[in-house]
């Protein structure tokens, strides 16, 4: 199966979104994006494919965000893209594109929603908190 993500392994959702595909049987294609980060055609794609606003994937925490006025709410999406593609880190983590669809997939089981239900046991996130059972079962 064909799956990518955008990944920051400096992230621990980011790490928890990884690990979970790989539960899944699947090894992704691993982009770091803030080593290389998508062009705009794609990321736009990526946020309208996973029901997004520009504004919405955008990530405050830890980013140029305040610094560069981008609270400002006159911003158009093409001012917002234009600061997501000369800052990656205002890019929100992680983005992830399989056949089943695209999902920022904040908290990191977002990313099932996408996945086959192949997962090989249970799955304990970093902190944690059990998201898979041992049959590979999501437990709500």
């Known amino acids: 199966m064909n799956v990518t993500i955008y990944h920051n392994p400096d992230c621990g959702t980011s790490r928890n979104t990884l690990a979970m595909i790989r539960n899944a049987g699947i090894e992704p294609k691993v982009v770091e994006y803030l080593q290389a980060p998508p062009n705009r055609e ?10 997004l606003t520009v504004r919405a994937a955008m990530r405050e925490k830890g980013t140029p965000y305040t ?7 006159g911003l158009s999406d093409e001012q917002l893209l234009d600061a ?3 800052h990656p880190v205002l890019i929100n983590r992680p983005f992830v594109v399989t ?6 997939a904040r908290p990191s089981e977002v990313v099932l929603e996408i996945l086959p239900d192949t997962h090989a046991g249970p799955f304990v996130k970093e902190d944690g908190q059990q998201v898979l059972d041992e049959k590979g079962q999501r437990i709500v």
């Not at 794609?42 to 996973?50: F, N, P, V, W």
């Not at 056949?99 to 920022?104: A, Q, W």
């Open 99 to 104: 056949p089943f669809g695209t999902r920022l």
């Open 84 to 86: 997501m593609l000369a």
């Open 42 to 51: 794609l990321l736009r794609k990526m946020i309208g494919d996973a029901g």
């Open 67 to 73: 610094e560069l006025g981008l609270d400002n709410p």
